[in-house]
C-alpha cells in the first residue's frame, strides 16, 4: 500500500492546463470530477493514478487519453518533484572557487599544525621539569651547600619525626639533632600520556579513515564503474568510427537502429479555439439529396396504423466523409510533422477519415499500410468524399509552373476539393490564383483559415477571399528573409524570446520534431516572465517549421555556429537538460552497439559534461562524463559546436586566467591537475591531522584516561645535612631507603654541608616518605623519616664526644 | 505438423472471465468502479483482440464475486447486445415479433407474446427482478422472462461494437441511458429502472473506431482506450490464458516457459513492427504461442536472426505459424523474407 505522500495538488491549474490544451470541460464534468475525488484519497495516497481517474471523464479517443496521460504526468511530476534541493550557496561558492577552497584548506592544515606545536611547547614551558626528567632540585639550592643556608623559613617545620638510635655499645657518644626542616614545596608534575596517546590514536585513526575512505573509494568508484559499463553511456569505447551525419551511411545490419526514436510528444502542442471550430464543421452531416425509403421501419408503421400504408424514408442527413492527401515528400521535416499532427488530430476527431500520403507526385497516393494507391481510382472510389489535400500547390504544376491539367481534371471528380498549403498567404503566387480559378478552396495553414475552410465545407458554400484575407490579417511572408544569417532570422521571427527558443535547437546536432517539441516546452517553461504570452502552439510551430532549414531537416553549421553564440547561458542550460532527459527517456529501449546508441552516448556526455563544467555541484551526477569527454570531444564530428567551444565563447565553460571561457581540453587538465593535488592534500590530512587533533582536544579537555587524576611523576627532592664541626669529622656516611632500595652516600670530611639526592621518589597527595640514616664511623646512626614532599629537607646534625 | 491433432482443442475453453488478466495496476479495473460510482456507460476501444468484450464477461464474473453491502450483488453473465449497422434504438429494449401477431388473425394470444426482451431491456427488468417485472407490469407473457431472476440484481450491459450502430440508435441510447427507462408502444407500456440506488447497470461500450461518434454521445461516457499490453504483461497473458491449454497438450510442467515466451515476445514484436496492414493483437498472439508449442518451435535458438538456418522442416513450420499472425499475402512475403524462410 502507497504511503501517504502528503502532495496536495491544486486542481484547478490542472483543469486550466487541459482547458488550454484543448479538451473541453463542461460544468458537468468539473463536478464529476470532484464528486468521484472527494471518495478517492488518491490525491494525497498516490497522485501518479490521477490520470487513471481523470483522464476517462475527458478523453474521448485514443489520442486524447495519451495526450491527457502525459499532461497530468507532467503535471504531478512538476507538483510532486522533490525540490530538487538546491544545492546550499556555501556549497555553491565551494564549487565556484575551487581554488580558493583549496587555499583554504591548506591554510586549514597548517593552521592545525601549528595549534598543536603551540600547545605542546606552550604545555611544556608551563613545567619546564618535564623536559628535565625527574629532577626537580633547583640549582639555588645546590648554592646552599657551599654554606650559603637559605634564610628562608622552613615551609614546614617539626612535622617530621627525628630520630636517634646508636647500637647499646656507643650509648655514651651520641648523635643528636633538632627537628629537621623543610623547604620549598615539590610542584608536583601530574601524569599526562596526551603526547604518546595522540600520537597513537591519532595514526591508528587516520590510518583507519584514509583506508576505510580510500578503500571505500575505489570500492564505489569500481561499482560505479561497472555500472557505467552495464549502462555503457560513461564509457569511452575504442575503435568506433566518427558519428557523421549521414548516420546511415554506418549502417551495416538491417536490424540495426540508426535514429533515435524519441517517445511522441504531440500533446505539447496547444490547440487554439479555432481547432473546436475545425472539428464541430467537420462533423456537422450533409444533407441526403434523395433519401431511400426505409422498409423495415415502413412496416412497422404500417402495421401501427392498422395496415394503413406508411412510408418511412431513411434519415435525411449522412456523415460526411472525408479524404485526406498530404504531402510526405520529407518526412522529416517539421512541416511535414505538423501537417501529420493536424491529421492525425482530424482522423483522432472525425473518425473516419480516409488518409493517403504522397511524396512528390501527387498521382501516387500510399494509405497507411504504405500500400500504392492511384490517384485515378480513388477519385473514381471516393469521389462523394470531401477531399482535403494538405501540400504545396506545385504538386499540381509542371516544373516551370504549367499547370498539369491532367491531374487537375482527376481531381475535379471530387465536387469539394480543398488545399491547405504550408505558403503563407503573403507569399501565394501564381499556382495558388490557378487553382483558386479550378475550384479548388485553398487556404494558409493557419488554424483560423483552415477554420473557415471547414465552415465552407460544411456549408457547402464559396470561400471569399475577403474573409480569408480578413481572417489572416496577421500573415507573415517567409520570402525575403536570408534565413542563413541569424539577422535574417531574428527579422522573420520578429521577437527576442522567439529568437531564443530557435536558438535552444542549436543544441543537438540533428533537428528532430519531438526534440523541438521538448525543447520549446522547456524552455519557455523555465521562465514565465521572458517568454510570457507564448506558448507551444499550433502557429508558433508553423511559423518555425516554415524556416527553410527547418524544412530540409538541415541545420547549416554556419548558422549552428551563430545560434549557439547568440543563445543564452541560461536557456542552453535548459535546453541541454532536456536533451538529456530525452536521452535517458530512449536510453532503456535504444539497443546498445547501435549507430542510434552511439549518438545517444555520444550526446549525452557531452551535454552531461557541459551542464558539469558550468556547475559542479549541481550537476554533480554527471561528473563521470569528464573522465571520458576526452574521446567523445576528440571523435566529436560537429564543427560548430567545436569551433564554438574552442573560440573560447562557450558560456557553460568557466572563465580561465585570462578572462576567457575554457576550452574542453583546458578544463579537462586543469581538473585533473586540481584533482590530485586534493587527493594529496586528502591523504596528507588524514595521516598527520588526526594526531594533531587529538593532541589538541585532549590538552582542552584534559580526559582522566590521558591525565589521571592524582597520580604525579615521581620527584626528586634532596636531604641537606647540617653538620656541626665535630659531626663533620665524625659522620661518614648516609643511607637513603625509598621504595625498599637503599642507596649509600659518602659524606664529606670536615664538609659543614652535605647534599643527598633521593631521586625518583613517588609523589602522592598524602606523601611518601623515605628514610635517611646517618651513620659515623664508629657505627653511630642517626635516622630520619622523611616526607617527600618538598624539596629541600634540612636536618642540623650535633654529635657529642 | 500435428494439425491433424484433434486433441487439441482452440476452442474458446480458456476464454473463460477467470482467466481474463487483470493486474492490480490496470486503470481499467479503476475505470469500472468509476463508471459504476458515476452510474455512466463505460465505452471501451482498443485493437481487435485486446479483449474489450471480454472486459465485460469479466467485470460480470468480478463484480458478481464480490461482497458488498452497499451493492445488489451482480449477475455472473453480462447482458450482450451485438450492434448491427441496421440496429435501431428500440432493438436494444425489446424485440415485437410483428409477423407472428400479423398473422395471428384470431388475436388468441395476449400481445406481450411477441415480445422479447433484448439485452438493455433485461438490464432494466432485472433491476426490479422477475417478480416485480410481472406483478407491476403483468409482463409474464414475455418470450424470455423467465432467463430473468426473480429478485431485483444489478448487472452488467455489454453494447458490443456501437461505432456500427446508425446515429439514431446513439441517440436513442443516449436518451434512455439518461431516463433509465423505455416505451413499449406495442403494451403502451413505460418500464423504469429500479428506483434503489444499490441496484445498478454497468453499461460497457465496445468500439472499433470505424466510425466516429458524436460528441454529445462522447460526453456522457467515461472513456478508455485499451493500450497494447506491455511486454511483462503480455507474458503474464500468456501465462494465464496459456493454462488450459498446456493441461489439455499434457505439457511438462517443469519446462520455464516464461523463458520462452518472452523468445517468442521479441519475436512477435518484430513481426509486429514490420507488418503493414493489420497488425497482430493479443488473441492472435495466444494461437501462435499454441501452434509453436504443438510443433515445438519454442526453442532456445527462436530468434530472427536464426530462422535462416533453420532446418527446412522447421522453416516450413514456422512459416506456417505465421497464418495465426499476419493476414494479407503482402505481409506474409515480406516477413518469410525478412526472417528468411523461403
Redesign the interface.
Known amino acids: 500500500m502507497n504511503k501517504p505522500t502528503g502532495h496536495i495538488l491544486p486542481l484547478g491549474p490542472l483543469l486550466e492546463l487541459l482547458k488550454s490544451g484543448g479538451y473541453e470541460l ?1 460544468i458537468q ?1 468539473v463536478l ?1 470530477i470532484q ?2 475525488l472527494l ?1 478517492t484519497p488518491l490525491i494525497q495516497s498516490s497522485p501518479g ?1 490521477l ?3 481523470l ?3 475527458i ?4 489520442e ?3 495526450n491527457i496521460y502525459r499532461i497530468i504526468d507532467d503535471w504531478v511530476a512538476a507538483q510532486t518533484k522533490k525540490t530538487i534541493r538546491s544545492p546550499h550557496p556555501l556549497r555553491l561558492w565551494m564549487a565556484r572557487h575551487l581554488r580558493l577552497v583549496f587555499a583554504l584548506k591548506i591554510a586549514g592544515f597548517v593552521l592545525i599544525i601549528i595549534t598543536g606545536a603551540l600547545f605542546y611547547f606552550l604545555a611544556d614551558r608551563k613545567h619546564p621539569a618535564t623536559r628535565k626528567g625527574q629532577t626537580s632540585v633547583a640549582p639555588a639550592i645546590k648554592a646552599d651547600t657551599n654554606g650559603t643556608r637559605s634564610a628562608k623559613p622552613p615551609a614546614t617545620a617539626g612535622t617530621t619525626p627525628a630520630s636517634s638510635t646508636a647500637s647499646p655499645a656507643a650509648k655514651a657518644k651520641t648523635i643528636t639533632s633538632d627537628q629537621g626542616r623543610y623547604e620549598r614545596p615539590v610542584i608536583p608534575q601530574p601524569i599526562e600520556n596526551n603526547l604518546p596517546m595522540s600520537l597513537v590514536f591519532g595514526f591508528l585513526g587516520g590510518a583507519i579513515l584514509y583506508h576505510l575512505i580510500f578503500y571505500e573509494r575505489k570500492r564505489k568508484m569500481e561499482l560505479e564503474k561497472r555500472k557505467r559499463a552495464e549502462e555503457a553511456i560513461f564509457v569511452a569505447p575504442e575503435n568506433e568510427e566518427k558519428l557523421t551525419v549521414g548516420r546511415e551511411l554506418l549502417k551495416t545490419d538491417p ?1 540495426e537502429q540508426v535514429i533515435l526514436e524519441f517517445p511522441s510528444n504531440d500533446y505539447l502542442v496547444q490547440k487554439s479555439s479555432a481547432f473546436a471550430g475545425i472539428k ?1 464543421d467537420l ?1 456537422k ?1 450533409a444533407p441526403v439529396e434523395h433519401p431511400a425509403p426505409d422498409i ?2 415502413s ?2 408503421s404500417t ?2 396504423n392498422a395496415g394503413f400504408r406508411t412510408v418511412k424514408y431513411a ?1 435525411e442527413w449522412k ?1 460526411r466523409k472525408y479524404i485526406i492527401f498530404s504531402d510526405n515528400s520529407n518526412p522529416d521535416a517539421h512541416i511535414t510533422h505538423l501537417v501529420n499532427y493536424f491529421v492525425e488530430w482530424l482522423r483522432a ?4 477519415v480516409v488518409h493517403y500520403t504522397y511524396s512528390l507526385e501527387i498521382t501516387l497516393l500510399k494509405d497507411g ?3 500504392v494507391q492511384f490517384l485515378e481510382e480513388l477519385a473514381q472510389r471516393t469521389k462523394d468524399h470531401d477531399l482535403i489535400i494538405v501540400g504545396y500547390a506545385h504538386s499540381f504544376f509542371t516544373e516551370d509552373q504549367r499547370p498539369r491539367e491532367k491531374v487537375i481534371d482527376v481531381f475535379s471528380r471530387w465536387s469539394s476539393r480543398s488545399l491547405i498549403t504550408p505558403v503563407p498567404l503573403a507569399d501565394w503566387s501564381e499556382m495558388e490564383e490557378t487553382l483558386k480559378k479550378r475550384d479548388f478552396h485553398i487556404v494558409p495553414a493557419e488554424a483560423d483559415a483552415i477554420a473557415i475552410l471547414t465552415r465552407t465545407i460544411a456549408g457547402d458554400e464559396y470561400l471569399h477571399d475577403e474573409l480569408l484575407a480578413k481572417t489572416t490579417w496577421d500573415s507573415y511572408p517567409i520570402s525575403g528573409y536570408n534565413f542563413q544569417s541569424v539577422q535574417g532570422l531574428k527579422e522573420y521571427l520578429h521577437n527576442e524570446a522567439l529568437y531564443q527558443l530557435v536558438c535552444s535547437l542549436a543544441v543537438y546536432p540533428f533537428l528532430n520534431w519531438r526534440i523541438t517539441l521538448a525543447l520549446f516546452d522547456a524552455v519557455i517553461k523555465s521562465d514565465g516572465e521572458k517568454y510570457a504570452g507564448i506558448t507551444v502552439s499550433y502557429e508558433l510551430l508553423l511559423k518555425v517549421a516554415r524556416i527553410p532549414w527547418l524544412y530540409r531537416q538541415q541545420l547549416p553549421e554556419d548558422v549552428r555556429l551563430q545560434l549557439l553564440e547568440a543563445i543564452d547561458p541560461a536557456t542552453e542550460i535548459v535546453a541541454r537538460e532536456t536533451i538529456l532527459r530525452l536521452l535517458n527517456e530512449v536510453k532503456e529501449n535504444t539497443p546498445k552497439g547501435t549507430v542510434a546508441f552511439r549518438e545517444l552516448r555520444e550526446q549525452y556526455n557531452l551535454n552531461a559534461f557541459l551542464l558539469y563544467s558550468y556547475n559542479r555541484e549541481t550537476y554533480k551526477d554527471y561528473s563521470a562524463s569528464r573522465e571520458v569527454i576526452t574521446h567523445y570531444w576528440n571523435n566529436l564530428n560537429e564543427k560548430a559546436l567545436k569551433d564554438h567551444i574552442n573560440n573560447q565563447a562557450n558560456n557553460l565553460l568557466p572563465v580561465n586566467s585570462e578572462g576567457k571561457h575554457k576550452t574542453v581540453e583546458e578544463f579537462v587538465m586543469e581538473e585533473e591537475e586540481f584533482d590530485k593535488y586534493n587527493v594529496s592534500l586528502v591523504k596528507l590530512s588524514l595521516l598527520i591531522l588526526p594526531a594533531f587533533i587529538i593532541y589538541i582536544a585532549f590538552n582542552i579537555i584534559k580526559p582522566a584516561f590521558v591525565y589521571p587524576p592524582g597520580k604525579y611523576r615521581n620527584v626528586s627532592v634532596s636531604a641537606i645535612i647540617e653538620k656541626t664541626d665535630t659531626c663533620a669529622q665524625k659522620l661518614t656516611h648516609a643511607t637513603v631507603t625509598t621504595n625498599g632500595m637503599s642507596s649509600r652516600h659518602v659524606l664529606k670530611k670536615g664538609g659543614r654541608y652535605d647534599t643527598i639526592l633521593v631521586p625518583d621518589i613517588a609523589y602522592t597527595d598524602l606523601g611518601e616518605y623515605y628514610d635517611l640514616v646517618l651513620w659515623t664511623g664508629d657505627n653511630r646512626m642517626l635516622s630520619f623519616s622523611v616526607l617527600a614532599k618538598d624539596s629541600f629537607f634540612i636536618v642540623p646534625v650535633k654529635c657529642s664526644e | 505438423m500435428e494439425s491433424e491433432n484433434f486433441r487439441i482443442a482452440f476452442g474458446n475453453y480458456d476464454k473463460s472471465p477467470e482467466h481474463y488478466y487483470m493486474s492490480e495496476t490496470n ?1 481499467l479495473k ?2 469500472i468502479f ?2 459504476l ?2 452510474g455512466k456507460p ?1 465505452l471501451i ?1 482498443g485493437e481487435p483482440g485486446t479483449g474489450k468484450t471480454q472486459l465485460a464477461y469479466w467485470a460480470a464474473w468480478y463484480l458478481s464475486a464480490q461482497q458488498n453491502t452497499n451493492i445488489t450483488p451482480f449477475l455472473p453473465q453480462p447482458f450482450v447486445f451485438h450492434t448491427k449497422s ?1 440496429s ?1 434504438g428500440r432493438d436494444l429494449f425489446y424485440n415485437y415479433d ?1 409477423i407472428s ?2 398473422q395471428d388473425k384470431d388475436g388468441r394470444k395476449s400481445i406481450t407474446e411477441y415480445i422479447s426482451l433484448a439485452a438493455m431491456g433485461q438490464a432494466i427488468c432485472q433491476t426490479l427482478g422477475r417478480n416485480a417485472i410481472i406483478s407491476e407490469y403483468g409482463l409474464s407473457g414475455i418470450r424470455n422472462i423467465n432467463s430473468m431472476r426473480e429478485n431485483p440484481q444489478s448487472s452488467v450491459l455489454l453494447i458490443d461494437e456501437i461505432d456500427k450502430a ?3 440508435l446513439l441517440n436513442d441510447l443516449l436518451d434512455e441511458i439518461e431516463n433509465n427507462k423505455f416505451y413499449v ?1 406495442e403494451l403502451e407500456k413505460e418500464i423504469s429502472r429500479s428506483n434503489d440506488r444499490k441496484t445498478r447497470t454497468l453499461v460497457i461500450l465496445t468500439s472499433n ?4 461518434l ?2 454529445a454521445f ?2 456522457r461516457c ?4 485499451i ?1 497494447f499490453p506491455s511486454e511483462t504483461d503480455l507474458v503474464r497473458i500468456i501465462l494465464h490464458r496459456m493454462g488450459p491449454f498446456l493441461e489439455e497438450m499434457g505439457s511438462n510442467s517443469n519446462i520455464d516457459f516464461d523463458e520462452h515466451y518472452r523468445r517468442a515476445l521479441g519475436l512477435f514484436h518484430f513481426i509486429r513492427t514490420k507488418t ?2 493489420k497488425k497482430p493483437s493479443t488473441s492472435e498472439l495466444l494461437d501462435w504461442i499454441k501452434v509453436l508449442h504443438m510443433e515445438n518451435l519454442l526453442t532456445p535458438d527462436l530468434n ?2 536464426n530462422m535462416a538456418y533453420y532446418p527446412q522442416e522447421r522453416k516450413k513450420a514456422m512459416q506456417l505459424s505465421l497464418y495465426t499472425l499476419l493476414k494479407t499475402k ?1 505481409d506474409l512475403d515480406v516477413i518469410e523474407g525478412l526472417l528468411q524462410l523461403k
Open positions: 463542461s464534468q464529476e464528486s468521484v471518495n493514478k490520470k487513471f481517474i483522464t476517462p471523464l478523453a474521448k479517443n485514443e486524447e487519453q495519451n536490424y464541430n462533423k452531416p423495415k421501419k412496416i412497422h402495421i401501427r434519415a456523415p476527431s472525425i473518425a473516419p499500410n504504405n500500400k | 486503470p479503476s475505470t468509476l463508471a460510482k458515476l463505460l476501444t441496421s435501431a410483428a401477431h400479423f446508425p446515429r439514431d408502444p473506431s470505424e466510425k466516429s458524436p460528441d462522447l460526453r467515461l472513456f478508455y482506450h493500450p503493414h496492414g530472427e536472426k503482402e
